[in-house]
């Protein structure tokens, strides 16, 4: 009996082993064909300022799969780390934003605005990462010191000096160094002065928990303060409440990002967020400072 049912358990998993492989493997050749069928896009999701103002967007890829509909950047961008495919999407996508940035650069009324790209583990250890990365911003024409490069605490944790090393060199040309998810990972603080960043962005899971946990709250509160004796820009990811968005005002944080404000969306869409008018009706939560 014994040996029967470890036979059934054997074959079940070596069943469950072949379609995981089966559908990875099918992921993988659907994920190589959008990169030339065009199947991926940029959304952009508006970084708000202190008066309410939009001051930049962060690039968020989306996968418009033929059969299967959208497959959301989670569920796609680690298998295309594992298999390297993330280098040519890195590419296409750092490319597309720098063609979009580049045109709000031509328009005075978004010409100001930032743009902040993701960068992967595996596409930032490419021995040419450096190389890309000026060149694509080199043809793009863009002004280098409004695109920011968003990288996580994970990436700092071995091969400091060649780190070092790749962030000096794009910083060199005004590339700005953005920490995304800070609080998440296992780095010790010193990551915030020990490389070159300009930014860091305090992740959701803080923000989400702040105004419930007083400890989220409390490691909230120093990030941002940290932040500012370090000379280093911050941003709440993930604000969703006007309550959250009030609270990290008092803290000193003057940037944000989240569903309150409105979620990644299409360029079109993006396009009318900016528009004058949307100022009053889309942000029709913000509690403007009075004017004196
Ligand atoms: P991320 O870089 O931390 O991006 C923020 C994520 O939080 C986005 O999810 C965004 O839609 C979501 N978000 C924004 N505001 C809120 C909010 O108020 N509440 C909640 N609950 N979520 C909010 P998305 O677009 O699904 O992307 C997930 C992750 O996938 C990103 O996290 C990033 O790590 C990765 N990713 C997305 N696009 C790219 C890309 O082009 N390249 C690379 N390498 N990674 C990407
Ligand atoms: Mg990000
Ligand atoms: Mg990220
Ligand atoms: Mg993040």
Redesign the pocket.
């Known amino acids: 009996v014994n040996t029967a049912t470890g036979m059934m358990s054997l074959i079940f998993i070596v069943i469950v082993m072949n379609t995981d492989l089966t559908v990875r493997r099918s992921l993988e050749i659907d994920m190589r064909k959008a990169i030339q069928d065009g199947d991926f896009q940029l959304h952009y999701?508006p970084q708000i300022g202190e008066e309410g103002q939009i001051v930049g967007a962060?690039?968020?890829?989306r996968w418009r799969h033929p059969r299967t509909g959208n497959i959301?950047?989670?569920d796609f961008?680690p298998l295309a780390e594992e298999t390297g495919l993330?280098v040519p999407i890195?590419n296409w996508?750092l490319r597309a934003a720098c063609a979009q940035l580049a045109l709000w650069e031509t328009q005075p009324e978004t010409r100001h605005l930032t743009m902040s790209?993701?960068?992967?583990a595996s596409?930032f250890r490419q021995p040419d990462f450096v190389q890309s990365v000026t060149e694509i911003v080199r043809l793009s024409g863009i002004t280098p010191s409004r695109l920011k490069l968003?990288l996580t605490e994970s990436m700092f944790v071995d091969n400091v000096e060649s780190t070092t090393a790749k962030m000096n060199a794009l910083k060199a040309i005004g590339i700005v160094w953005s920490l995304?998810?800070f609080g998440t990972g296992y780095s010790s603080l010193s990551v915030l002065h020990r490389f070159p960043l300009g930014q860091i962005k305090i992740d959701?899971a803080f923000v989400r928990d702040m105004l419930t946990n007083s400890s989220n709250m409390v490691v909230t509160e120093a990030i941002i303060a940290l932040a500012a004796n370090l000379n280093l820009q911050v941003i709440a990811?993930?604000?969703?409440t006007v309550a959250q968005l009030n609270r990290l005002r008092e803290a000193g944080c003057l940037a944000y990002?989240?569903?309150?404000f409105s979620?990644?969306v299409d360029i079109e869409a993006f396009t009318k967020l900016l528009a004058p008018e949307a100022a009053s009706t889309v942000w029709s939560s913000w509690p403007r400072p009075s004017v004196p």
Not at 117 to 120: A, G, L, Q
């Open positions: 999701q962060e690039a968020l890829i959301p950047p989670a961008i993330i890195g996508v790209v993701n960068v992967s596409q968003e995304d998810d959701k990811e993930g604000v969703e990002q989240g569903y309150l979620p990644p």
